[in-house]
């Protein structure tokens, strides 16, 4: 019965654990077991949390023992990408070089609120270096695989989180998005991702990339436990002077709300060209499924796209320029040579991006005057090959690393909520996500259309073919 819970739900991990059909304590023990056994092939885990796993799970049977209030993720593992302070363990980020930094003192902001709601960490999950990527593949810890087919991506840089969900690993975890890190790997392993408006939820605890594009958000096999973990997650923090004060209003009572009454269109233009076939039909059979017919342009999303490249190169490089000039051969030398390259850009460009910036954000919500949601590709194909460097788009011979992001950095740039959500086409065994964008603080308008779609057997996000009949 726990190997079963474990692909599902956390709603059901939590149900099972409140009605005493199952300890907390034997849920993670089997969660455990379960990544012991499947990491290997998957990468997804760059550290393990036993001990503590196994304390927690103890006291939430403790107190469900008393008769107490154990929050509405009881018992359900979740792992977090390691940029994710965790209290006694260094902070990775990805690379080489902070492993040799003092472990934190606490934990993340976002942790000790999943933890707060129930839920139980069970380690620290592998990601490109310094979140600067789109593959998963990192060159220190080795790829992250995608559990649909071990020899393709996972998308980045959660690609950890990716695997571990995807895998069957834990129901939930926690990424990042500056430009597409929690969407890409979303669309290349078949799961529901979450990035929220830009300062919805508190980064404190997490190792900066980009801090005026850095988000934080889940990824989850069902759109109730991405609602639940983001509501888990909500209120103010004030380690994080680039939050919003806003209200800290649940999404999850809303999600059985449906569609009727939303303004939905499908974005053309930019996000109808340079993807495949498989992108496009994901869109198609959405917008199908939601009766929406309308077709909108977002003028100006490729200058943004290009803006959002240069402010992430100048930022990046800036942040990390004493160890660029103290620690330069401890860099995946992909990386590094990105960084050095902003490094040396002019900051009278960046200015100039972020005037676009403001531009273009005052273009985009006009249209939703006249629309709820829009629809566009999340990845313009499926998960290339683990070592692929180019694809072909639109006739054309690209670069994989940075054109996984060709839909999703637009609406990073400007802070939109999207919800990644997978969809199965053609017969194909690899997933293609599709994004569903809300104006900013509506994630509850994405989560609803997700949720709905998700109902009707459009989207879904099963666990992967298991790699150990055992586990």
């Keep these: 019965m726990t190997a079963k819970l474990l692909d599902g739900s956390a709603q059901a991990i939590a149900a099972a654990v409140k009605g005493g059909m199952v300890s907390a304590r034997e849920v ?12 290997g092939a998957l990468g997804a885990f760059t550290d393990m949390t036993a001990k503590r796993a196994l304390a927690k799970a103890d006291a939430i049977d403790a107190a469900r023992a008393r008769g107490e209030d154990l929050g509405p993720l009881a018992g359900a593992p979740f792992a977090v990408k390691n940029l994710f302070d965790i209290e006694g363990l260094p902070t990775r980020a990805g690379s080489k070089i902070n492993r040799d930094r003092a472990p934190p003192k606490a934990d993340a902001t976002a942790i ?30 080795g790829p992250s695989r995608n559990p649909h087919d071990l020899e393709r991506m996972t998308g980045g840089s959660s690609g950890g989180s990716g695997a571990a969900v995807a895998g069957g690993l834990v129901p939930i975890a926690l990424g990042t998005d500056t430009n597409g890190s929690i969407r890409v790997p979303s669309s290349l392993c078949g799961l529901f991702g979450l990035k929220p408006t830009y300062g919805r939820l508190t980064r404190a605890g997490a190792f900066p990339f980009v801090a005026s594009l850095d988000h934080v958000g889940p990824l989850a096999r069902s759109v109730g436990d ?13 380690r994080d002077p680039a939050q919003a004060d806003m209200p800290a209003t649940p999404v999850s009572p809303s999600l059985k709300d449906g569609v009727a009454g939303l303004r939905i269109a499908r974005l053309g233009g930019y996000f109808a060209r340079s993807a495949d076939e498989s992108a496009l039909a994901a869109v198609d059979t959405v917008a199908r499924a939601l009766k929406a017919e309308r077709v909108v342009e977002l003028a100006g999303a490729e200058a943004a796209r290009s803006a959002a490249y240069l402010i992430s190169m100048v930022e990046g490089g800036a942040l990390h320029l004493e160890r660029l000039r103290t620690r330069g051969s401890d860099f995946d030398p992909d990386v590094r040579d990105r960084l050095i390259a902003g490094a040396m850009l002019p900051g009278a460009w960046a200015t100039q991006a972020q005037k676009y910036r403001r531009r273009f954000r005052a273009e985009t919500l006009a249209l ?3 629309v709820d949601v829009l629809l566009a590709p999340a990845t313009p194909c499926r998960a290339p090959k683990i070592g692929q460097k180019t694809f072909v788009l639109d006739g054309q011979e690209m670069l994989v690393r940075p054109n996984l992001g060709l839909f999703t950095q637009p609406l990073s740039f400007i802070g939109l909520p999207v919800v990644a959500a997978p969809l199965w086409t053609d017969g194909q065994k690899l997933p293609i996500g599709v994004q569903i964008i809300a104006a900013p603080w509506r ?16 989207a879904a996000a099963p666990v992967a073919p298991r790699l150990d009949e055992n586990t």
């Design 28 to 39: 993670a023990q089997a969660a455990l077991k379960r990544i012991e056994a499947r990491n």
């Design 112 to 141: 000790a609120r999943l933890e707060a709601a129930g839920a139980v960490l069970t380690g620290a999950l592998n990601m490109g270096e310094f979140a600067y990527d789109f593959t998963g593949e990192n060159s220190h810890d």
């Design 226 to 238: 991405l609602a639940l973990a983001y509501d888990a997650m909500l209120g103010r923090d004030d």
């Design 368 to 370: 939703f005057r006249d």
């Design 443 to 458: 994630e509850d308008l994405a989560l609803r259309v997700a949720a709905s779609l998700e109902r009707a057997g459009v």
